[in-house]
């Protein structure tokens, strides 16, 4: 696919994952620190264009929460079109900690935000 000045379109999606600290100086030494998880989607041309065009928006978006961007951005290729029940984002790790361990220590600590 071809734009009109005969360049190349994208045709590739893929998601990225970027992390940020909500707020990094509104917290006394003793409070936690928040963090956020964000994954958003791009069209591009590979892993370091979709890269790229994240980080560049989280940039802006760190400055929309009064937040910073803290430099990690990890990519995946999404199969196909985005549509509804697609798999927008996966991610494996390796641990020696049994299932419910894994959770508590990586998704379920009890001082998560969700629902909103």
């Not at 734009?3 to 006394?28: A, I, N």
């Not at 964000?38 to 989280?58: K, M, N, Y």
């Not at 996966?90 to 600590?109: E, I, N, W």
């Amino acid at each position: 696919m071809t734009t009109s000045t005969g360049r190349t379109k994208p045709t590739t999606w893929h998601s990225v994952r970027c992390l940020f600290e909500v707020d990094p100086g509104g917290h006394e030494a003793v409070e936690p620190r928040t963090y956020e998880e964000r994954v958003t989607i791009w069209l591009a041309d590979g892993f370091d264009a979709a890269i790229a065009l994240a980080e560049a928006e989280a940039e802006q978006y760190a400055e929309t929460v009064n937040g910073r961007y803290l430099g990690l951005a990890q990519a995946y290729v999404m199969e196909g079109e985005p549509g509804h029940g697609a798999e927008v984002y996966s991610l494996m790790r390796d641990s020696d900690l049994p299932p419910q361990s894994y959770l508590g220590r990586f998704f379920d600590s009890g001082t998560e935000r969700q629902g909103r």
